[in-house]
């Protein structure tokens, strides 16, 4: 895990001139340092095991907790102003999603209950696998890195798509576009199937995970159609447990790993807004940030619009108030 280098883009000093105003002033909002960012969660009686940008992995016996933080990230930089309540609402939606998808596939939450105090809400005890090292994307429609390699070679992954689409076009069927982290642990990488297995030593194991991630995608995109939202394009990770079954792990279709776009207002030939982080991102280009870290805090509006959205991601999607996730976690 790259812990150093991923802590490091969001505690960085500010080296570089960034944009002022006509007297020369700073425009920026003030650097805000890691220790001013609430969920900054260290557990003291927990092992780090992985810290990646935005969530913790901590050993819990023979299992562990996975603890969502309210950190967000634009343009893959880390922003110092924590967004409350994203952890919660992240995890709730996994929560949601494991619940309903396991006729699909085993999945990896053991409570969301039997956790500590200070992470009550945001964080999840899992069955500890033995990982996959693939992640398995699946594209409904053609957008991010998808969108790159198809204009550069028509295909992404591999797999050859008609000729002549628009960018955000919806595919003719579902696609199953691995990858894995690069070299620098910062970035995926996308390979083909035949890379993919050979990495993963096991053919018939990538067929199946195949099987399962479209199967996932269809129901959830399906779920989210029905409530205004179209799923472009979600990240699912695997393990096997110590009888080696299959077993679905990591966080699940919520908007961290997934694209979820409002149905209302889409349109193929450009790109789409993303339901949860456009806010930000819209902020974030006129502020005249350069998209390098460290990243700007965000003022209060912009963090209150947010929090909005992410609650009323949770809503639609689970048709729920977001009270209920925090009564049913114990945080209520
Ligand atoms: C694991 N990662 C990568 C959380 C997610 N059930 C599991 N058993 C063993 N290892 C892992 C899981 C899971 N899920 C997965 N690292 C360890 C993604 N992480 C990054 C940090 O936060």
């Known amino acids: 895990m790259a812990s150093t280098a991923a802590v490091a883009a969001w505690t ?8 002022t105003d006509d007297r020369g002033r700073d425009r920026r909002p003030p650097f805000v340092s890691l220790r001013q960012v609430s969920d900054a969660t260290t ?11 935005v969530r913790e992995m901590y050993e819990a016996g023979d299992r562990l907790l996975m603890v969502a933080s309210d950190r967000i990230s634009t343009y ?11 952890g919660k609402v992240l995890t709730g939606l996994s929560v949601f999603w494991f619940e309903r998808t396991r006729h699909i596939c085993q999945n990896h939450m053991v409570s969301c209950t039997d956790v500590p105090d200070q992470v009550r809400g945001r964080a999840l005890l899992v069955e500890r ?9 699946v594209r409904g429609y053609i957008t991010g890195s998808g969108w790159t390699d198809y204009r550069a070679t028509g ?14 076009a919806q595919l003719p069927a579902p696609i199953f ?60 990770e695997f393990g096997r447990d110590r009888k080696g079954r299959i077993v679905l792990a ?11 776009w409002p149905a209302d207002g889409y349109a193929a030939g450009r790109s789409q807004p993303s339901f949860d982080k456009q806010y930000v991102r819209d902020w974030a280009s006129a502020s005249g940030w350069d998209r ?18 992410y609650a009323d991601a949770y809503e639609r999607i689970t048709e729920t108030p977001f009270a209920t996730w925090l009564e049913r976690s114990g945080c209520g």
């Open 177 to 236: 576009t691995p990858a894995t982290k690069a070299a620098d642990g910062d970035h995926d990488e996308n390979v083909d199937f035949d890379r993919a297995a050979e990495m993963i030593g096991d053919r018939g194991l990538l067929e199946e995970l195949r099987r399962l991630s479209i199967e996932l995608y269809s129901f959830a995109a399906g779920h989210a159609r029905e409530r205004g939202l179209i799923l472009a394009d979600t990240k699912l």
């Open 76 to 86: 893959d930089v880390v922003h110092p102003t924590p967004i409350p309540d994203k």
């Open 12 to 19: 960085d000093g500010r080296s570089r001139p960034g944009p």
């Open 292 to 309: 390098t870290a460290p990243a700007p805090a965000l003022p209060e509006d912009v963090v209150d619009g947010t929090r909005r959205r």
């Open 250 to 260: 990591d966080e699940v279709l919520t908007p961290d790993s997934s694209r979820f």
């Open 155 to 168: 295909t992404v992954c591999g797999v050859e798509l008609p000729p002549g689409l628009e960018e955000s």
């Open 129 to 137: 696998l033995e990982m996959v090292p693939v992640e398995c994307v």
């Open 43 to 53: 557990l003291e009686r927990h092992e780090l095991i992985a810290r990646g940008k």
